[in-house]
């Protein structure tokens, strides 16, 4: 693509008007303004005005995960397929893509067809679709877009898959994916696997590209070491599949899986080509919590760039305070979110509207209309509360990016 040079902000400005689709300048400040004029008027405010709750990214953060886990999986000799289902946005997306990823993976297909129109064409389906209207849906997208791969892990559905490409008039590509032992998706390692891939192989509408194999059980184990022979072990019989489909000629140009948890293990099962990693961008309060290869008790490779800033609305009980952030804004997944830079207190978000803190020996003492901020419990659920992600840069914003496949869950 012939890309003019742009400074950073001009870069940022412009993959924002992208992504957003309808991001239009707005022709007057008139009370009448829509939410995109808002998200216009709103880049170079300092961060302390924005109103709350709002969700906040570390621009520096956000782009050295990218860069660390560039390094890193380039350093082992292999690729990263970033999973958009984390952030459901396609700015952040572009600079995935920018800074070295092979493609992106989606977790449904209204994500992926999200992720398209907003001109990422390298996508990765990981989940399968058994219906009809969603198959007959995914041939649509494919016949727009020569990089979308699909997944399936039954003979019916590669039957049901070939069919509908072949009504479409396309030849759509597939990979395999394989269950790493969670029996949660995927088909059986070894000959129930090869089958499956020899008989893709063999329909005339599908191109067999490789396989998945995505082992989320082993993402969140503490420690490294345990993490790593778990890791190990249970990818073992996808590799043996792996080394089966081509001993028997078949194209196992993709070996996809894992995530930030195993982002520096994976390279070790042969074969294995790319990570999809999606939190790694963000961090979270239950990835923090499980160590790293450099650090047993926090996993620091990748900095928290993802925050939720919010507002003391009460202060007037004796050891508590209230916050404008509850479970619409912070769910209520565990562990709870953490306030960055305090001690002695803790967080909940139980309510649907109010956040709770409760001081036990606390390193300060909120006032009403006080921020604070917080790195979110399950960086995926919570985003997906949100229209829109402030993307800050020394304390104002940047950029304001639309979170455009928000609800595309189906
Ligand atoms: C199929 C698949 N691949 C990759 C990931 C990304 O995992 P993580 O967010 O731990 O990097 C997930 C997350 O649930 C997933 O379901």
Request: hydrophobic share 35%; aromatic share 6%.
């Amino acid at each position: 693509m012939n890309r003019v040079k742009h400074s950073r902000r001009h870069f940022l400005r412009n993959s924002v008007a992208a992504s957003a689709g309808v991001w239009a300048v707005p022709t007057a400040l008139t009370a009448g303004a829509t939410a995109d004029n808002d998200n216009y008027l709103e880049v170079g405010l300092p961060k302390s005005s924005l109103l709350t709750p709002a969700l906040c990214v570390d621009l520096d953060k956000l782009e050295a995960n990218i860069d660390t886990m560039q390094n890193t999986v380039s350093r082992n000799g292999i690729g990263v397929r970033p999973h958009t289902k984390t952030h459901k946005c396609p700015a952040i997306a572009h600079l995935q893509m920018e800074r070295g990823a092979v493609g992106i993976c989606t977790a449904k297909l209204t994500e992926a067809e999200v992720m398209f129109e907003h001109g990422l064409r390298q996508i990765l389906l990981t989940t399968v679709n058994v219906s009809a209207a969603k198959i007959r849906r995914a041939m649509q997208l494919r016949k727009q877009c020569d990089g979308f791969i699909q997944a399936v892990d039954t003979e019916g559905n590669a039957r049901e898959l070939n069919d509908a490409a072949r009504e479409a008039g396309i030849i759509a590509d597939v990979t395999v994916d394989v269950d790493p032992g969670g029996h949660r998706s995927g088909i059986t390692p070894g000959e129930p696997a090869l089958t499956l891939a020899q008989l893709v192989d063999r329909l005339s509408n599908l191109r067999l590209r490789g396989m998945l194999c995505y082992d989320g059980g082993s993402q969140h184990v503490s420690g490294f070491s345990a993490r790593r022979t778990q890791a190990i072990e249970r990818m073992s019989p996808a590799a043996e599949t792996f080394s089966m489909m081509q001993q028997s000629g078949l194209n196992v140009e993709i070996f996809s899986g894992g995530g930030t948890g195993t982002y520096n293990i994976d390279h070790a099962t042969p074969g294995f080509t790319d990570i999809q990693s999606g939190s790694y961008v963000f961090m979270d309060a239950s990835y923090l919590g499980i160590g790293g290869q450099d650090n047993d008790e926090v996993y620091s490779d990748f900095k928290p760039s993802l925050t939720i800033l919010t507002t003391v609305v009460n202060a007037q009980y004796e050891g508590r305070a209230t916050t404008d952030a509850g479970a619409k804004s912070c769910t209520i997944n565990r562990p709870w979110s953490i306030i960055i830079g305090e001690t002695g207190m803790s967080y909940t978000s139980g309510s649907d509207e109010y956040g709770s803190i409760r001081y036990e020996n606390p390193s300060r003492v909120y006032q009403s209309g006080d921020r604070l901020e917080l790195i979110t419990s399950h960086c995926d659920p919570v985003v997906n509360l949100y229209d829109k992600i402030y993307a800050i840069r020394n304390d104002s914003v940047e950029a304001v990016w639309p979170v455009a496949g928000r609800g595309k869950n189906q």
